[in-house]
């Protein structure tokens, strides 16, 4: 087997054009590691099964909850806790490292129109 670095630039670079994207850059043991970018009001959802962690390289995430607002800046990190109901959002524009266990639907519990049934690798 080889090991193989990854470079996350590059990997934001292959992203396609829009305002949202996701794809899996890594697999660890049964976890996903996916890159991100987004811009805009995604959808209110939670995770029942799992938590979430959104690592922002570039932009702010705000992360909003029923009862209060967290923004999350270049350099920092959010968990979600399982069950935890959130919507992601951000004026301008975030890319971020999400980890998730394998095969967690981008929207949660809730089905929509941006629910990707499968993730793409980049």
Known sequence: MTVEKIN????????PAGDYA????????NYDFKIVKFKGDFIWHS???????????????VMNFRERKVE???GEMIVIPK?????????DG???ILIEPE???NTGDVRSEITIEKIEWV
């Not at 996350?8 to 992203?15: E, Q, R, T, V």
């Not at 069950?83 to 004026?91: A, I, L, M, R, Y």
């Open 47 to 61: 995770h029942p099964e799992t938590d979430e962690t959104f690592i922002i390289m570039e932009g702010t995430l």
């Open 72 to 74: 999350v800046h270049a």
């Open 8 to 15: 996350l630039s590059d990997k934001f670079g292959k992203l």
């Open 94 to 96: 975030y890319r971020a």
């Open 83 to 91: 069950g935890v109901e959130h919507k992601p959002s951000s004026e």
């Open 22 to 29: 996701v794809r899996l850059v890594a697999k660890m043991n």
């Open 103 to 105: 095969g967690v639907s």
